[in-house]
């Protein structure tokens, strides 16, 4: 008996066994069909919702491939997503591989480059760091920061900044131009053609005028920040002492502006100087491109002030009111009946009138004398004989950036930290009248020490 009943109940348990087997099986089909019917009623919501939405559906594709149309979960939130620009690590200096150095500046060692991926040519301007005593250079930050906003067809393109292994060892990425005028000016024989100093000079204005109105002020205009390339296009370069213009009487550092470049009101001592002061830098370029040197090559600064007034003519009350107020204005000692003048139309006989009138109010002792980049840009100069040459039919030249280092016969940008302490019983006119023991003979008036 006990092995029937032992078979019986073996029997028993498999029945139980299966049917609650069955039970579990129809269960789980139960629910399988209860998700599938609630995926069903979520897509057809979903498609409503698309339906109703007034604005096109733009979808972003924002997953890899066979990913795209994946079902959202249900009671997930549609977010609209915008691809944002983001922040990333500087690529490599390993991604570049220098050909050859051009040239040494005072802020940076410039060489010509080549990109390993794409084989293109660039120019690439290690940062120096030499005079930082505050952290990142104040210069390069400016330049940097200037140059990405300064997009212009004349004005060097900043690429990109890129890093070696060290924290200091940062460079700009720059396209590479073949020329820069100074060096030009140096190889050629003759001096550029009229139509050609119009080329130029257009260009650069072109590139200020764009500068000034957004509110930038260059600080260093001169010839071998001035890139040619072999198109006949000029991009202006150098952008470490340039800064966007304060407010009105907000003091300014003086000492800007390499010193053959350098204008009148900032050898002064003036604080409160504005765009005009490229302006005269530009009538300093001006008259090197037609004369093909520097037209104002003084020693130091009370030279430079003494070369300027034998060309232009010494200031007075009338011609630049305001002009003895200056802090070093006090310190020189002018004759108020002189006839001294300017010689500038004398100097450049080979100019028409309407150039020499370019030029010399570009020289305007009175910064508000003046043109700006823009009313320089419509001066009868540009329109009357011989037209400015178009950039196409410029002569090329050989590159010497393509070779060894790129000469150089100008002085420098000021260096950062020169600048006299002007005032608290530190007035020291050493650096602005530098060595001068006794007084100073010039064209006509007398520099004495202040
Ligand atoms: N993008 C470029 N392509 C080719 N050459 C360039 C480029 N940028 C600069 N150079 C060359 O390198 C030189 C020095 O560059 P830059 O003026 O920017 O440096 P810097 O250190 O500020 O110089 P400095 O203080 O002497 O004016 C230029 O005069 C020019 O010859
Ligand atoms: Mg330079």
């Known amino acids: ?100 150095h051009i040239e040494e500046g005072s802020y940076g060692w410039v060489s010509r480059a080549k990109a ?8 690439l301007k290690k940062i120096k760091m030499d005079y930082n005593q505050d952290g990142f250079p104040i210069t390069a930050l400016r330049e940097i920061s200037i140059l990405q906003q300064a997009r212009h067809a004349n004005i060097v393109d900043l690429r990109e900044i890129v890093m070696g292994n060290g924290l200091d060892d940062v460079v700009m990425v720059m396209e ?102 490229d302006m005269w830098s530009i009538g300093c370029i001006f008259g090197e491109l037609l004369s093909k040197e520097p037209i104002l090559q003084g020693k130091d600064e009370v030279d430079e002030l003494s070369k300027i007034f034998a060309l232009c003519g010494l200031p007075n009350d009338k011609t630049w009111p305001g002009f003895y107020r200056l802090p070093n204005a006090k310190a020189l ?24 009138e370019l030029l010399t109010s570009l020289l305007s002792l009175n910064p508000a004398g003046r043109p700006t980049a823009k009313q320089m840009l419509q001066h009868p100069y540009f329109t009357e004989n011989p037209r400015p040459m178009p950039p196409e039919m410029f002569p090329s030249f050989p590159s010497k950036a393509g070779q060894e280092k790129r000469r150089k016969h100008s002085p420098n940008a000021p260096r950062r930290g020169d600048a006299p302490k002007i005032g608290g019983g530190e007035l020291d006119f050493s650096s602005i009248f530098a060595g001068r023991e006794e007084e100073q003979k010039g064209a006509g008036f007398q520099l004495r020490i202040g």
Request: glycine share 6%; charged share 35%; with cysteine.
């Open 1 to 100: 008996m006990a092995g029937a009943s032992r078979w019986a109940d073996e029997e028993g348990d498999r029945a139980e066994k299966d049917r609650r087997k069955k039970e579990k099986e129809e269960k789980k089909r139960a629910k399988l069909a209860k998700q599938q019917a609630e995926e069903e009623a979520k897509a057809r919501a979903e498609q409503r919702v698309q339906r109703s939405d007034e604005r096109p559906s733009k979808k972003r594709k924002l997953s890899p491939d066979g990913e795209e149309d994946a079902q959202p979960q249900f009671g997930e939130r549609k977010l609209l997503r915008f691809e944002a620009p983001g922040w990333g690590p500087c690529r490599h200096t390993s991604n570049f591989e220098t050909l050859n």
């Open 116 to 123: 390993i991926s794409t084989g293109e040519v660039v120019a």
């Open 176 to 277: 590479f131009i073949e020329h820069d005028l100074k060096t030009l000016e140096e190889d050629m024989f003759d001096p550029f053609k009229p139509s050609e100093v119009k080329t130029l000079l257009r260009q650069l204005g072109s590139a200020v005028g764009f500068l000034h109105e957004n509110h930038i002020m260059h600080r260093d205009l001169k010839t071998s920040n001035i890139l040619l390339n072999n198109r006949g296009q000029l991009k202006l370069a150098d952008f470490g002492m340039a800064r966007h213009v304060p407010p009105p009487h907000a003091p300014l550092t003086q000492l800007v502006v390499t010193l053959w470049y350098r204008a009148p009101e900032l050898l002064l001592g003036a604080e409160d100087y504005g765009p005009e002061i």
């Open 333 to 356: 000692k002018i004759p108020r009946d002189t006839k001294s003048g300017s010689v500038i139309r004398s100097k450049f006989t080979f100019l028409t009138n309407a150039g020499a």
